[in-house]
């Protein structure tokens, strides 16, 4: 697979990279530990290099399970984690916490998860209003000069903290959601990141599954799936946002592609270094993720797919009101 680089200090990854929540969390019951070290290490195999985890994912059983995945390919693969929050069981209900000392902690206790003498990249999961920006980027920098960590990242920050936070520690990569359907980064946000060497790392680049064209008005989420509470989804909603599926599936026709391989594809056409991570549980789906990198979207195909875009407006927010709050404005 072709590679990117993230920020100006030699971060390189594959185009596409592997978002591992949805495999520990959030979209219903998460299959067997052998199951996804399986679609794990098959995404390395099919030159994937760049992967995703957090702290709060599982509970701290996402990163167990990456490292054990991974460990066999020590120094060919590049693993990001982050901190933030209080307690990891907890996740977002539990409230932020980015205070130095518990960022140093979870950075302690994601090495030993992750079986790694250093984490690759290292976010801040969602921006602490009581902790100074700088403070997070001091307590990033000593971690790297330390050798615990090679790189900093942000998540879901807004351009002035992505500045502030820049101007004391580089930003290798600000990961935040951007798709078809949620483009709000493009109006700040993608030309801070130009101007200051900062990647862009989209996370649910498929629209948590909705892109694919696999979701319908009727279809049924398992109850403990989380998309049951986004307003996006809502029965209603997912009627009325069928029109960007019918954009995406028109090209994929056209390309003899998927809705999914041309979202991806869209993307990684935006920007060099913009590296989406989608996510799965299944190797068919794995490979035909992959194979986005090799769709080549010609100004024609964009021009039309920004031409009938402008005609759709996406119906309902994309997170709960909650959630919502702890967004970096």
């Not at 590679?3 to 591992?20: M, P, Y």
């Not at 991974?70 to 980015?98: C, E, H, M, N, Q």
Request: proline share 6%.
């Amino acid at each position: 697979m072709q590679k990117r680089k993230l920020g100006r200090n030699g971060l390189e990854v594959s185009a596409i990279g592997f978002g591992a929540m949805g495999m520990s969390q959030s979209y219903g019951p998460p299959g067997t530990r052998d199951e996804m070290i399986c679609v794990l290490r098959a995404a390395v195999e099919r030159g994937v290099t760049f992967f995703d985890t957090a702290e709060v994912y599982g509970g701290g059983r996402n990163e167990e399970l990456v490292g054990e995945a991974l460990a066999p390919y020590k120094g060919r693969v590049v693993i990001a984690t982050k901190f933030g929050f209080k307690d990891p069981v907890a996740g977002p209900r539990g409230g932020l916490d980015s205070r130095p000392e518990r960022i140093r902690q979870v950075a302690e206790t994601s090495l030993k998860r992750l079986g790694v003498d250093a984490i690759d990249l290292l976010y801040q999961h969602r921006v602490d209003p009581e902790v100074p920006i700088e403070d997070v980027a001091g307590a990033v920098k000593d971690l790297i000069n330390e050798g615990k960590v090679r790189h900093f990242g942000l998540s879901e920050a807004s351009a002035r903290t992505i500045r502030r936070a820049n101007a004391v520690q580089p930003v290798a990569a600000l990961q935040s959601e951007y798709s078809l359907w949620w483009r709000e980064p493009e109006t700040e946000i993608l030309p801070t990141c130009e101007e200051l060497g900062v990647g862009f790392v989209p996370f649910s680049p498929l629209g948590k599954g909705f892109l694919t064209g696999k979701i319908t008005e009727s279809t049924s989420f398992d109850s403990s799936d989380f998309r049951n509470t986004i307003p996006r989804f809502s029965q209603e909603n997912r009627k009325a946002n069928q029109g960007v599926v019918a954009i995406l599936a028109r090209i994929a026709e056209r390309k003899k592609a998927t809705p999914a391989q041309i979202a991806l594809a869209w993307l990684l056409a935006q920007k060099p270094w913009i590296v989406p991570i989608p996510g799965t549980r299944k190797v068919e789906r794995l490979k035909e993720n992959i194979g986005a990198a090799s769709i080549e979207l010609t100004m024609s195909d964009l021009h039309d797919i920004e031409g009938a875009a402008s005609t759709v407006t996406v119906q309902g927010a994309r997170y709960p009101e909650a959630a919502e709050r702890m967004i970096d404005r």
